[in-house]
């Protein structure tokens, strides 16, 4: 039976596209599953508010009735606004190692770009800078994270061979703990915190964090709109995450900056690494899968660091360390040994500064790959 890519139109075909990774990655050791029931509400069009501003399309590749690809083609009309490139994205691809699927699946997405003008396709990227981005190229002998895409050697390669090349790579770090935090460190964090008159949040539950909600989002925006492919989210889509998110924040490990006025001026968000209970639930949360995240958190043995975001005007001013001093001490507190960094843009050496103090390892590399359409 000849190879088909057919289009994802119902729920039942939604469900298998997030479900083929399980069969794909089977039994290895480095995959981390993605959260079952967020990655079908981000697919899903009735769910997302994020289809209002975007269009986007999700295909399956079947040869002989099984299921052997998957990916998202997406297109965001405000990127041109913002970037001067008419561009879309791919996302939430996999396939097996075979170049009739992988051409199949990327030529698909390449002729819906092309009905709506776009110039070029860049990837894996998704809706937004908080959906899984950048295609792994080194660290594949890593254990995975949620936040972050695992993928097998043979992709980049894949991309390459169908006339993809680099746009950009993203850097992520693990982060040993230290056994403490000397004193005179404690005393210069003091004394940025007083100067600056701020003052860190002292939060109990992930309920504490609500009135501060959206001016996380607003710090965030401010922080990375000159980043790459950045595009601002929209009231409803920080509606969304606000209620996806913060009821789930440890507070242990979310630190939030405010001004004399109360106003959030810098945060950071870590969770503790849910890596190996995702793997034992496969990513689902029912009818079990509970007790794998709850035993995760409450006995954490590593930490996933999601965002940093700092307002520009405060970038100098050190809060930045004050944040991971914080979290730092919570790491300690609760014999976390290390953490993991999120994916941090290679040219951003300001954020990779951040680790000079720490011992420290650059063990992943991760790609967005481009590729013009003629």
Not at 48 to 60: E, G, H, R, T, V
Not at 283 to 298: D, E, S, V
Not at 343 to 357: D, I, K, P, Y
Request: proline fraction near 6%; charged fraction near 30%.
């Amino acid at each position: 039976m000849p190879l088909t890519v057919t289009e994802v139109r119902t729920k039942r075909d939604r469900r298998k596209y997030v479900d083929f990774p399980l069969s794909l990655y089977k039994g290895h050791p480095y995959y981390v599953p993605s959260l079952f029931s967020e990655e079908i509400e981000i697919l899903d069009p009735a769910k997302n508010p994020s289809f209002d501003i975007a269009q986007a399309k999700s295909w399956l590749a079947k040869r002989d009735g099984k299921i052997v690809g998957r990916i998202t083609g997406l297109y965001i009309p405000a990127y041109r606004e913002i970037w001067g490139k008419d561009l879309a994205r791919f996302g939430w691809v996999d396939f097996i190692d075979d170049d009739e699927v992988s051409e199949a699946l990327f030529r698909t997405v390449e002729k819906w770009a092309k009905s709506l003008g776009a110039e070029g396709v860049t990837g894996p990227q998704g809706f937004t800078d908080l959906d899984p981005e950048g295609m792994l190229i080194e660290g594949f002998d890593e254990m995975g994270t949620l936040p972050m895409i695992y993928n097998y050697p043979y992709y980049p390669e894949h991309l390459q061979r169908l006339g993809y090349a680099k746009e950009i790579d993203w850097l992520e770090f693990e982060i040993k703990t230290p056994a403490e935090i000397p004193e005179k460190v404690k005393r210069v964090q003091g004394l940025v915190m007083k100067r600056n008159k701020l003052r860190m949040v002292e939060a109990k539950k992930s309920k504490d964090l609500m009135p501060y909600a959206k001016g996380l989002f607003h710090v965030l925006s401010e922080s990375y709109k000159d980043l790459y492919g950045f595009v601002p989210l929209s009231e409803a889509q920080v509606e969304n995450y606000i209620r996806q998110y913060i009821p789930f924040a440890d507070p242990k490990f979310t630190k939030v900056v405010v001004n004399d006025d109360n106003e959030v001026v810098a945060f950071g968000v870590a969770m503790p690494s849910f890596s190996r209970a995702l793997q034992r639930n496969r990513g689902k949360l029912f009818p079990f899968g509970w007790y794998h995240m709850l035993k995760a958190m409450k006995n954490p043995d590593g930490l996933d660091l999601y965002i940093v975001a700092v307002l520009p005007e405060y970038r100098a001013s050190g809060v930045i360390s004050v944040l991971l001093g914080s979290v730092t001490e919570a790491c300690i507190e609760a014999g976390i040994k290390t953490a993991e960094s999120s994916g941090e843009l290679e040219s951003n050496t300001q954020v990779q500064a951040m680790w000079r103090s720490y011992d420290h390892r650059q063990h992943k590399r991760r790609r967005c790959f481009i590729k013009e359409l003629s």
